[in-house]
């Protein structure tokens, strides 16, 4: 399955389509027709019709890449993001220049950079943290809870309820990392 490339504020006629009748169904979609108009015709094209706005539509028998008019297409709608958001988040924008112009799309890009971002966060290594753990231990490890003992283990010392800090590398902030490049990878 061809993308079907379109830029913005440009209508395209697409033939040899075979819609699906959820595919049908979302080109009706009012929240869709405000971004971009797809309309099934008789003979069993379609035309699109793109507006303003950027990024992919998938589709069951076609995807459909709405490019930005701007001058350097993705790769600028992202700078323009990194001043907007005035975080200069994106310090690796400019190695992107060699990418070609086909073949990507801004969720391309995207994925590519967090990628980019991950590998430097793991070359200068994983951030660790402490992070709380209570659980049973067979002596103690940090700090005895006796209450919890007393209801739960009266009597018993094979096991001790123990509460400690673990210096670990499987922190929150390492886990929305990995999270995210795990949907990266699968678009």
């Known amino acids: 399955m061809t993308p079907v490339v379109v830029d913005e504020y440009q209508t395209v006629k697409v033939s040899g389509l075979n819609p699906s009748g959820s595919d049908r169904e979302l080109s009706e979609s009012e ?3 405000k971004r971009i108009k797809l309309r099934w015709l008789p003979d069993g094209a379609l ?25 350097g297409r993705e790769l600028s ?10 975080l200069s988040a994106l310090r690796y924008v400019d190695r992107l220049r ?17 990628a980019i971002e991950c ?42 309820e123990c509460r400690f800090d673990e210096f670990e590398a ?11 490049l795990q949907v990266a990878a699968q678009r």
Do not use: W
Request: some cysteine; overall charge neutral.
């Open 47 to 71: 035309e699109v019709t793109a507006t303003s706005h950027v990024g992919v539509v998938a589709l069951d028998c076609v995807t459909i890449h709405v490019r930005p008019k701007l001058a």
């Open 77 to 86: 709608v992202l700078r323009m993001l990194d001043y907007a958001s005035g």
């Open 119 to 160: 590998e430097a966060l793991l070359r200068g290594g994983l951030r660790r943290d402490y992070v709380h753990r209570e659980e049973l231990l067979p002596a103690v490890r940090g700090r005895l809870l006796a209450d919890r003992q007393m209801l739960r283990r009266f009597g018993r010392l094979d096991r001790l």
């Open 31 to 33: 929240e869709l027709n």
């Open 170 to 180: 499987d922190i929150l902030d390492n886990q929305v990392c990995a999270a995210a």
């Open 98 to 114: 060699h990418l070609p112009d086909v073949g990507h799309n801004l969720r391309d890009l995207i994925c590519l950079l967090l």
